[in-house]
């Protein structure tokens, strides 16, 4: 019904230089239902991509509940072991998000027969962390960077994006389509990201006008190599209490985040980046909870800042969520339910404890929607929402 990614991508990336050169667009729109989503996504969205998730949640509701279910699902994989998922494939889970720093022989040619395997040939997220520094994966294929501070002090945004193009380009031909990057919290600590700071040299610059202009200039080259860029970690994580990795952690206050923190954000945003994702912090002021799992937290995503792309989670088996007794399938689905498009998982200890976990967390968002507590339509639009990423579906005019 639908052709994959490439014509997609393209849209998009037109469309975030067209809104990079100055394209105005209004703030304040929550989400809508199918038959206005067209109209209302072009607030922060032009036409075309607006009248692709329309027509996204026109197909998702078609399909049997468990596949509107796995579409919502990241199922994290060793980059070394990607040869085993083809059942997450065939499954039609949304994503897979690789681990590892090298990848095996013949690694892009697996991921593009994985593609074949899911149904109806739906694109798949294949997601990985190309931040520059030490968090980078598949080195051996894809272009390497130096740390985003590093960036920041010795690069203009042009040659930032340029590195954006180029490990853009090398994702693309690697098979990797989607960049959980760029980090676009504000923190100018020159230290290696540790249990007590999450961002250190993975942040571009202390100055929110310039993590701002950096991250966005970053985000550009990968939109324009055809990539995602899934911009991090809401609502910005520079100053926290601690790395939420490893157990809770606070951000800064919500009174301060808004003349602080949210400004790279804001920016990203409007300048037409569709994917970002939010941390497992609590906000003070704001949420005590976890902001992957706080509804209040992603309202300001959806309200205040108007944003009607795709968000997900930051990693659900991480230390501040299991501080808060709630398994991966559990927060899995309290973060749905908080208006969450994506859930990911951490690191994985072998494929088939991932496959493991996924069934597991696709079982308890099932069983949430049939008792009532999870509304069908929440699940919906979040699986249409990480259909519309990679796809461009044949009811789009031009999408044939």
């Known amino acids: 019904m639908r052709r994959p990614t490439p014509a997609a ?14 394209a105005s667009r209004a703030v304040g729109a929550d989400r809508a ?3 206005s989503l067209a109209r209302h996504a072009g607030d922060l969205r032009p036409a075309v991509a607006g009248a692709t998730l329309a027509c996204a949640e026109g197909v998702v509701a078609t399909w049997p509940l468990a596949r509107v279910v796995n579409e919502t699902i990241s199922v994290s994989v060793s980059a070394q072991q990607i040869g085993a998922m083809a059942p997450a494939a065939r499954a039609g889970y949304g994503a897979l998000l690789l681990f590892g720093t090298t990848a ?16 109806a040939h739906e694109a798949m997220l294949i997601m990985s962390d190309q931040e520059g520094g030490g968090v980078e994966r598949l080195t051996n294929l894809i272009a390497t960077l130096p740390w985003a501070q590093t960036m920041g002090k010795n690069l203009t945004a042009a040659q930032i994006t340029a590195e954006g193009i180029r490990v853009g380009r090398s994702m693309i031909a ?21 249990a007590t700071n999450p961002d250190g040299y993975r942040s571009f610059s202390g100055v929110a006008a310039v993590a701002a202009t950096d991250g966005v200039a970053f985000a550009k080259g990968l939109t324009l190599a055809g990539v995602t860029a899934v911009v991090k970690h809401y609502p910005g994580l520079g100053g926290a209490s601690g790395n939420t990795d490893y157990g809770p952690a606070a951000t800064r206050p919500w009174s301060v985040l808004q ?3 949210l400004v790279p954000f804001e920016r990203a945003l409007r300048a037409g980046v569709g994917a ?49 007794h709630l398994s991966v399938p559990a927060a899995s689905v309290r973060a749905i339910s908080a208006g969450v498009d994506l859930v990911l998982n951490g690191s994985p200890t072998s494929a088939a404890a991932s496959l493991a976990v996924a069934r597991a967390t696709s079982l308890a968002i099932e069983r949430s929607i049939t008792s009532g507590a999870l509304a069908l339509s929440t699940v919906r639009l979040a699986a249409a929402e990480v259909l519309a990423t990679r796809n461009a579906p044949a009811c789009v005019p031009g999408a044939s």
């Open 276 to 324: 970002v994702m939010v941390s497992n912090a609590t906000v003070p002021g704001l949420s005590a909870l976890p902001a992957s799992v706080s509804p209040v937290v992603i309202a300001t995503l959806r309200q205040r800042l108007g944003f009607n792309g795709l968000i997900m989670t930051d990693a659900l088996s991480a230390g501040a969520i299991s501080a808060v």
């Open 174 to 194: 690697a098979g990797v389509n989607t960049d959980l990057a760029p980090v676009l919290d504000v923190d100018g600590r020159a230290e290696v990201p540790s």
């Open 259 to 261: 003349s602080g923190g």
């Open 33 to 35: 239902p199918a038959e």
């Open 104 to 119: 095996p022989a013949g690694f892009a040619s697996r991921v593009a027969t994985l593609q074949r395997e899911t149904p």
């Open 9 to 22: 991508a393209t849209l998009v990336a037109a469309a975030f230089v067209i809104a990079l050169v100055g």
